[in-house]
Nanobody
Framework: QVQLAESGGGLVQTGGSLRLSCAASGRSFSSYVMGWFRQAPGKEREFVAV????????YYRDSVKGRFTVSRDNAKNTVTLQMNSLQPEDAAVYYC?????????????????WGRGTQVTVSS
């Protein structure tokens, strides 16, 4: 089992940047596929980005490609989401999630462990 804790959310102006971090504790961090999801008020939770166990393979939702970057540091048990050129539609609670199976997927149902989330607000 793994415990996840997100940090780094906050208020930013349109076009600004934020860096979200997710700290993991518990079982070997490097054995998990790690993902980021977000949920805006009144909307379903949606996929943002995912990275494999090594960090060498990543996948993003189309709307964040070229703006967001997911990375991980297995020595520090952390996964990071660098968000640039933020837009009002990026505002949401962002969640870090861990998946035991190796296959990279974009469905929240396939992730086994979740953090509590961190709020990202983008002012226009």
């Amino acid at each position: 089992q793994v415990q996840l804790a997100e940090s780094g959310g906050g208020l930013v102006q349109t076009g600004g940047s934020l860096r979200l971090s997710c700290a993991a504790s518990g079982r070997s961090f490097s054995s998990y596929v790690m993902g980021w999801f977000r949920q805006a008020p009144g909307k379903e939770r949606e996929f943002v980005a995912v990275t494999d166990r090594t960090g060498l393979n990543t996948y993003y939702r189309d709307s964040v490609k070229g703006r967001f970057t997911v990375s991980r540091d297995n020595a520090k048990n952390t996964v990071t989401l660098q968000m640039n050129s933020l837009q009002p539609e990026d505002a949401a609670v962002y969640y870090c999630a861990a998946r035991e199976a190796a296959l990279l997927i974009a469905s929240a149902r396939g992730f086994d462990y979740w953090g509590r989330g961190t709020q990202v607000t983008v002012s226009s």
